[in-house]
């Protein structure tokens, strides 16, 4: 089931709220700008039909949306050591959003577009195709870059995110979406009780300003590891550097294997989550700095109410000789996708 309505105006422009539904009691609620995904209800053991993503409570907050709750982040997503980087022999100074540092493709970037879209019905679910076409020189980006973001909710509870792009000239390109997970279901509990698995056996060491440093780190015997199920607060507290660092988790790991990479559970509820990416790494945040967010059913947003799985090629990695580049030439198309499966355990 499709149902589409008005959700606000931005000067003149018409911004919708689309909402899918599939038979088996799962509905996505999403803007048209920025893509953002405002609502994400999942039945639990008892099939109460609950939100799993943390979502402002008005609308009109997306406008702004510092905190980049649910939206489509791009040209690329994290952070980029400030703001500046070389292509072709060619240097680029971007806007530096995020502190020395520009971050999550700038104030002005796909989070903060009106993004057209089609509607594409068929037996395995229901499709919300968007597509941006940003310009040579937004956000100080190179080239004329045709962008296509499709989210599929299908009949097996399953959301899937494809990642789509075309370029006229060289560029940089690193497409994720950035919605904060809560499986308790309507904030009941914040995400430290939750538990996490992560297939990976080495994460990037982050600097003081957040920035991948080159080094990677064994997660053996650190807090970083989480290759078997454990609570997510379980370690948070330790006396470890890159967590004092962060504030918390937010730091990219290594993903190996080819699905099933990350999983997420809530033992009270029964929900999980498991995560399958084309993509070689995930940023986890553990929304280490909340700031007072008025959220749904009434809620101040506290520190790690969610958590963020932030599927993409490893930040920064332009300025790095070691990792992904996202450098995307023109003639290629761009192509990443992310599987969230939701079952009942």
């Known amino acids: 089931m499709v149902d589409i309505k008005k959700a606000f105006d931005i000067a003149g422009q018409r911004v919708d709220l689309i909402t899918i539904t599939n038979n088996n009691n799962m509905e996505a609620k999403i803007l048209s700008y920025g893509g953002a995904i405002v609502e994400l209800l999942v039945p639990d053991r008892e099939d109460?039909?609950?939100?799993?993503?943390?979502a402002?409570?008005?609308?009109?907050?997306?406008?702004e949306n510092p905190t980049y709750f649910g939206v489509i982040v791009g040209r690329t997503s994290g952070r980029i050591a400030s703001g500046q980087f070389?292509?072709?022999?060619?240097?680029?100074?971007?806007?530096?959003?995020?502190?020395?540092?520009?971050?999550?493709?700038?104030?002005?970037?796909?989070?903060?577009?009106?993004?057209?879209?089609?509607?594409?019905?068929?037996?395995?679910?229901i499709a919300i195709e968007f597509q941006y076409n940003s310009p040579d020189g937004e956000e100080s980006y190179p080239g004329n870059l045709n962008v296509k973001v499709t989210y599929t909710l299908r009949q097996d509870n399953t959301l899937i995110i494809e990642y789509k792009a075309k370029t006229d000239k060289v560029t940089l390109c690193n497409l994720t979406n950035h919605s904060y997970f809560n499986l308790s279901g309507n904030y009941k509990r914040r995400v430290t009780d939750q538990y996490m698995r992560i297939v990976s056996s080495s994460f990037l060491e982050l600097n003081n300003n957040l920035i991948p440093t080159g080094k990677l780190i064994h997660v053996k015997d650190t807090p970083m590891d989480f290759n078997q199920r454990k609570q997510i607060g379980r370690d948070m507290k330790a006396d470890y550097e890159q967590l004092i660092v962060a504030n918390g988790y937010d730091h990219p790991w290594l993903l190996e294997g080819k699905t099933n990479q990350i999983?997420?559970?809530?033992?009270?509820?029964?929900?999980?989550?498991?995560?399958?990416?084309?993509?070689?790494?995930?940023?986890?945040?553990?929304?280490?700095?909340?700031?007072?967010?008025?959220?749904?059913?009434?809620?101040?947003?506290?520190?790690?109410?969610?958590?963020?799985?932030?599927?993409?090629?490893?930040?920064?990695?332009?300025?790095?000789?070691?990792?992904?580049?996202?450098?995307?030439?023109?003639?290629?198309?761009?192509?990443?996708?992310?599987?969230?499966?939701?079952?009942?355990?």
């Open 48 to 54: 109460a039909a609950e939100n799993i993503i943390l």
């Open 56 to 63: 402002y409570q008005n609308l009109e907050d997306y406008i």
């Open 86 to 125: 070389n292509l072709e022999g060619r240097p680029y100074k971007l806007n530096k959003n995020f502190g020395v540092n520009h971050c999550h493709g700038g104030a002005a970037g796909f989070s903060h577009q009106i993004w057209s879209y089609n509607i594409i019905e068929t037996d395995q679910g």
């Open 263 to 345: 999983e997420m559970f809530d033992s009270e509820s029964g929900r999980k989550m498991n995560i399958t990416t084309t993509y070689p790494t995930s940023v986890i945040y553990s929304f280490n700095y909340p700031n007072n967010e008025r959220l749904l059913y009434g809620k101040i947003a506290e520190k790690h109410d969610g958590i963020c799985f932030e599927t993409q090629f490893e930040p920064d990695g332009i300025n790095s000789k070691h990792f992904n580049k996202a450098i995307l030439q023109p003639g290629r198309e761009y192509y990443e996708k992310t599987e969230f499966v939701f079952s009942i355990e």
